[in-house]
Nanobody, 119 residues
Framework: QVQLVESGGGLVQAGGSLRLSCAASGSIFSINAMGWYRQAPGKQRESVAG???????HYLDSVKGRFTISRDNAKNTVYLQMNSLKPEDTAVYYC?????????????WGQGTQVTVSS
């Protein structure tokens, strides 16, 4: 089993910054990608940022230039630095890990961390 533990969420004023962390532990064989999703009340979960094993990144258009995803492979940890936060960034943020084993991909999720941006 793989466990993902997120931290770093909280309440911040518009224009402020937060840094989310997600540490993976357990039976991790090969990590293909890690990323962050978010879900606001009444909305579907959306991909915010992702990073592959070779360091390639992708971002939701609305966060480009404000959020930065990074990972520490030695620690199996992924980070999301969020700057210039806006009230519309308010959501529960979930960490995601895609691991490969024996030719199959396995999807794992963290429990979520609340980010609230006040105007």
């Amino acid at each position: 089993q793989v466990q993902l533990v997120e931290s770093g969420g909280g309440l911040v004023q518009a224009g402020g910054s937060l840094r989310l962390s997600c540490a993976a532990s357990g039976s991790i064989f090969s990590i293909n990608a890690m990323g962050w999703y978010r879900q606001a009340p009444g909305k579907q979960r959306e991909s915010v940022a992702g990073i592959t094993s070779d360091g390639s990144t992708h971002y939701l258009d609305s966060v480009k230039g404000r959020f930065t995803i990074s990972r520490d492979n030695a620690k199996n940890t992924v980070y999301l630095q969020m700057n210039s936060l806006k009230p519309e960034d308010t959501a529960v943020y979930y960490c995601n890990l895609i691991s490969e084993y024996d030719g199959l991909d396995y999807d794992y999720w963290g429990q979520g961390t609340q980010v609230t941006v006040s105007s």
